[in-house]
């Protein structure tokens, strides 16, 4: 299995220097060599369990990437710490020379400006986590602010979004660590077996946008996502309950494309397509609902508005302008271009329902990687004149994608209670933006 993954990663290296024909006939071989290993699709990247560290199968084939090509393009690089400043510069020159030296045909201008600011990038990146070491055990890093290596302007992108990314995590790490207690006591929490969904419905009445952010494949995850949003359709009787969702996909726009695009430049303008909602008739299309098909079946058995947000055409985009995305979870640059793309979709329907119903009550239903305050690009982060709320839903812990896992001591009932925990302080709205959520929900396996 070691040989096959090297190989693989040696594939996707080597496809990466070629034309992108060339690519996409290549990529195949690679997934091909990792078998179950790879996952199918990344148009839905996710993580299978409520902290990224138990994502194993693709950290062991980032680490092989890392160990086969130090120097080389075309494969993921992790933001590893060094040891010292001075071993940190030392390997971005050998990356940055390593990089241009394995190119076997000349570069242009604008090629090796990229591969420098990319180099410059890693370091920068490096040497932030190094500094801040302290905070480093998170697993922010392995779902979303892992760094690219190869020498391509999407790496270039990325890296940079993972830099300023880092940078405000530690930032509000600190914060967190600065205060009396850490925080520790500002943390309210409702047991689970106290009607905690009851409870949660009546807290996110008070709002107008909701941010529901799961861990994927829970189905006890998923049947507390429908109890809330019937809970919330109860204890709102007079409000229009509407739900997006990232989990079924938007009508195709392919047909109506007029000229070659590409990531970079595709550009899906909302007003343009017309959005309806999903019918019981779809549920027969596994391939616009391929994600937790019973909850949607029931939901809407029940009559829930609910509005696909995925557009398909720019995830084969982003997998064609980087294939090494076939190889991993996700990235910065894709999930952030995946999260304008959805506030374009939601702006354009809200404006449109709060002519008739001004009112409306918005959820979001969607992977934390997206929801979190935390997230570079977060979701919630485009809606800055609305009151809104996110909500981080997970099964048995809560994730490890927010500032308490770094700084909090773990015998603190947050890491130990199936529950409803909530910012109990006047300044509740502040504690959420520095921490991920404004609420988490941990639900227990039954």
Same mark, same amino acid.
């Given at each position: ?234 204890? %709102?009787? &007079? #409000?229009? $309950? +509407?739900?997006? !969702? ?7 726009? /392919?047909?109506? *494309? ?126 800055? %004149?609305? &009151? #809104?709320? $996110? +909500?981080?839903? !997970? ?7 927010? /500032?308490?896992? *770094? ?40």
């Amino acid at each position: 299995m070691k040989f096959l993954n090297s190989f693989a990663v040696f594939l996707v290296g080597l496809s990466l220097s070629l034309p992108l024909v060339a690519q996409k006939n290549l990529l195949p071989a690679a997934k091909a060599a990792l078998g179950e290993n790879v996952a199918k699709s990344v148009a839905r990247p996710t993580v299978a369990a409520n902290t990224a560290r138990q994502i194993a199968g693709q950290a062991a084939l980032r680490h092989t990437a890392a160990q086969a090509s130090a120097v080389v393009p075309g494969v993921r690089v992790p933001a590893a710490h060094t040891r010292s400043e001075s071993n940190a510069r030392r390997k971005n020159v050998l990356s940055y020379q390593g990089l241009v030296n394995s190119i076997p045909h000349p570069l242009s201008r604008n090629q090796q400006k990229i591969i420098r600011a990319n180099a410059e990038a890693l370091h920068d990146i490096r040497t932030v986590w190094t500094k801040n070491e302290k905070f480093a055990h998170t697993g922010i890093r392995d779902v979303l602010y892992e760094t690219f290596g190869e020498h391509s302007q999407y790496a270039l992108r990325n890296n940079q979004i993972v830099l300023s990314s880092s940078k405000h995590f530690f930032e509000k790490a600190k914060w967190l660590d600065s205060l009396p207690n850490k925080g520790q006591d500002k943390l309210g929490l409702i047991p689970f077996e106290q009607n905690a969904v009851g409870a949660l419905a009546e807290y996110l009445s008070q709002y107008d946008l909701v941010f529901l952010g799961e861990v994927h494949y829970l189905s006890c995850v998923q049947q507390a996502v429908g109890d809330l949003l019937r809970a919330l359709r109860n204890k %709102n009787p &007079n #409000r229009r $309950v +509407v739900v997006f !969702t990232e989990f079924v996909d938007l009508p195709d726009t /392919t047909a109506k *494309v007029e000229k070659e695009e590409n990531f970079f430049t595709y550009y899906r303008r909302a007003a343009d397509f017309p959005l309806a909602p999903l019918r019981p008739s779809d549920l027969q299309a596994p391939q616009k609902i391929d994600y937790a098909p019973n909850l949607f079946a029931a939901l809407l058995k029940e009559n829930f508005e609910i509005y696909p947000l995925e557009d398909r055409k720019l995830c084969r985009l982003a997998n064609q302008e980087q294939p090494v995305l076939l190889l991993s979870e996700t990235s910065a640059k894709y999930t952030s271009a995946r999260n304008k793309s959805w506030a374009r979709t939601m702006e354009q329907k809200m404006a449109e329902i709060r002519q008739t119903d001004p009112d409306a009550l918005f959820v979001v239903y969607a992977g934390i990687a997206h929801t979190s305050w935390l997230m570079p690009y977060a979701l919630p982060k485009f809606f800055e %004149n609305e &009151n #809104r709320a $996110v +909500v981080e839903m !997970t099964q048995e812990e809560p994730s490890d994608l927010n /500032t308490l896992e *770094v700084v909090w001591n773990k015998k603190h009932p947050f890491f130990k209670r199936k529950a409803l925990f909530f910012w109990d302080d006047p300044h509740a709205e502040l504690f959420a933006r520095q921490t991920g959520f404004d609420y988490a929900l941990v639900v227990p396996e039954k």
